[in-house]
């Protein structure tokens, strides 16, 4: 263990982690641990289990029919599951983000206060709009149209929103899912200035199958790879430049250099 | 190649023909109506009103009968929209994030069905039934009056009004869902507060596409023993009352020229307020739909 952890406890711990639906694993296995004020990158290809790992920290998952969550997730020392937590406090605090931007069919300005209200914010709501939308850097393109519709948003636009939204309920950390696979290099150029911006104030974990993104956004990086068994696996957890330029893991090398990965379909 | 051809030119004959017997067939039932509409318009224009005074004692009549009918179908949905409201919203709940009804929810739809099925002469018959043992508890309470004539109306919508409602709660993009839930909000919170108010606009259409059915109906309130002769519109819930079907029936059995008459002219009020909600009710919907998926 190094310094830089006994100054920063993690906030978020997960032990021995595994997911499944209808019995059968998805992710299988994971302990690691998020250090505030960082970025830290869920990498791998499709079906290694990033999104479920995220929707299983904040307990989304548990809306899904068939699936089940095992090991133990502390948040900031607490419990995840524990009897004291509940599921709606627990997805306020770590705030999912999916890859699609949905907006809620309102206005600008009631799409970032929703939240806030249905959690009983009692400030200025004027002034929690306009901040959240500032630290999602689009308030400038939409102080002019609040009252209107956010459905007349573009894709990078309502991303942003959507950011400002979960801000808006003052996460501790902001679970994002590939939030910038739907969004061309300008608009994605955009997302990843804002995350940057946000780490200070915020935990973030961003799922990705782009390890370019990784290298640009995180501090650190985790490979997510479907294993022998058939559900995917944390193959290395390390500080991005470390798993990039020089993995300890093989399978890391492999996956990034592109080359074949255990497991997957490909030949030898 | 000429056989082929040919066979082309058979093809297109084939065509013509279908389009042509599909319009014909289209035409027939707007064919029908206009007749209807047409022999409605010649029966009222014909009648002997007679004189002025008699003229406006007919008009009032008219006048009473519209009034009854909107009291009638307002208070109806006064009664039951809101029971209808707590319902859909228990049955569309759990479906809308797995997309799989729970069992419950599937006896209680097909259930809810049946109830739409049932002819509105036997809610009629059935309601006769309560009323009498109601009315020998309290004798003040009357039978045939616009609260109890509301009541039957409102069970008779009731299950309408589920199924209308239940659909149009799913109807709403489910994305909304997860993002709500993703910010800390608890079931209740994201079915009245985000689900309702999205299918809020189109559930009022479905209302008044309710209401238009609704207004024809005179058989249950007949079978409830509706009064031949009502001079003034119902100013309270324990006044007696009649509707326009109703009135229609009363005038159009009576022998006089006049009667008839104005049976015919109110069949073609009351099929002009059929016409009217029905379209207010589309271009409602159209409108809120065409909100909700950004399209405005």
């Known amino acids: 263990m190094t310094e830089e952890t006994r100054r920063d406890p993690p906030f978020l711990s997960i032990s021995h982690l595994t997911v499944s639906f209808d019995d059968t694993p998805v992710v299988g296995d994971v302990t690691m641990d998020f250090q505030p004020r960082e970025v830290t990158a869920l990498i791998g290809p499709t079906g290694a289990g990033k999104t479920s ?7 989304l998952i548990d809306l899904r029919p068939g699936s089940r969550v095992e090991g133990s997730i502390r948040i900031g020392g607490r419990d995840a599951f524990g009897p004291d937590m509940a599921p709606e406090e627990l997805r306020r605090r770590l705030s999912y983000l999916g890859p699609k931007p949905i907006c809620f069919p309102r206005s600008v300005w009631d799409n970032v206060a929703w939240g806030a209200r249905v959690n009983g914010y009692d400030g200025d709501y004027d002034e929690l709009v306009e901040t959240c939308l500032r630290r999602a850097g689009l308030w400038d393109e939409v102080k002019g149209m609040l009252r209107r519709s956010a459905l007349r948003l573009s ?19 902001l679970l994002l899912d590939e939030p910038t696979s739907r969004l061309d290099p300008i608009a994605t150029g955009r997302i990843e200035d804002v995350i940057i911006a946000l780490k200070e104030e915020v935990g973030i974990i961003v799922a990705t199958h782009d390890h370019l993104q990784a290298g640009r956004l995180a501090e650190k990086t985790a490979l997510f790879l479907p294993g022998g068994g058939g559900f995917g696996e944390l193959v290395e957890h390390a500080r991005t430049e470390v798993l990039l330029m020089n993995p300890a893991d093989k399978r890391t090398e492999d996956y990034i250099t592109g080359k074949h990965v255990t497991g997957t379909r490909y030949p030898t | 190649m000429a056989a082929y051809r040919r066979r082309i030119q058979a093809r297109r004959r084939q065509d013509r023909l279908f389009r042509i017997a599909v319009r014909i067939a289209s035409l027939i039932p707007v064919l029908l109506l206009l007749v209807m509409i047409l022999t409605l318009v010649v029966r009222s224009m014909a009648a002997d009103l007679g004189s002025e005074a008699r003229r406006a004692l007919h008009l009032t009549g008219l006048a009473t009968a519209a009034a009854g009918s909107f009291w009638v179908i307002a208070s109806g949905l006064a009664v039951s929209a809101p029971i209808a409201l707590v319902a859909a919203l228990w049955m569309a709940h759990p479906t809308r994030l797995s997309r799989k009804d729970p069992l419950l929810v599937g006896v209680f739809r097909t259930l809810v069905r049946q109830a739409v099925r049932i002819p509105n002469v036997v809610y009629g018959v059935f309601a006769l039934a309560l009323f009498l043992r109601l009315n020998a508890l309290a004798p003040a309470l009357g039978i045939r009056n616009l609260g109890n004539a509301s009541i039957l109306l409102g069970i008779i919508m009731l299950p309408n009004l589920v199924l209308m409602m239940e659909q149009e709660l799913k ?31 189109a559930m009022g259409a479905g209302i008044l596409r309710i209401a238009a059915r609704m207004i024809g109906l005179a058989s249950p309130f007949i079978v409830l023993g509706a009064p031949s002769f009502v001079s003034a519109p119902p100013a309270g819930f324990g006044d007696r009352f009649i509707s326009l079907p109703v009135q229609i029936y009363q005038w159009a059995v009576r022998p006089e020229s006049a009667y008839r008459g104005m049976a015919a002219f109110t069949s073609l009020v009351l099929l002009l307020c059929i016409l009217l909600l029905d379209v207010a009710a589309d271009t409602w919907k159209r409108r809120v739909v065409r909100r909700r998926e950004g399209l405005r």
Do not use: T, Y
């Open chain 1, 53 to 59: 790992l995220l929707l299983a920290i904040n307990r």
């Open chain 1, 155 to 173: 894709g990078g636009q309502r991303q942003r929103l959507c950011l400002a939204r979960a801000l808006a309920v003052s996460p501790d950390a």
């Open chain 2, 171 to 201: 109807d709403v993009p489910d994305g909304i869902d997860e993002a709500s839930f993703a910010l800390g909000a608890s079931w209740v919170a994201v079915m009245v507060r985000q689900v309702l108010p999205a299918a809020a606009g």
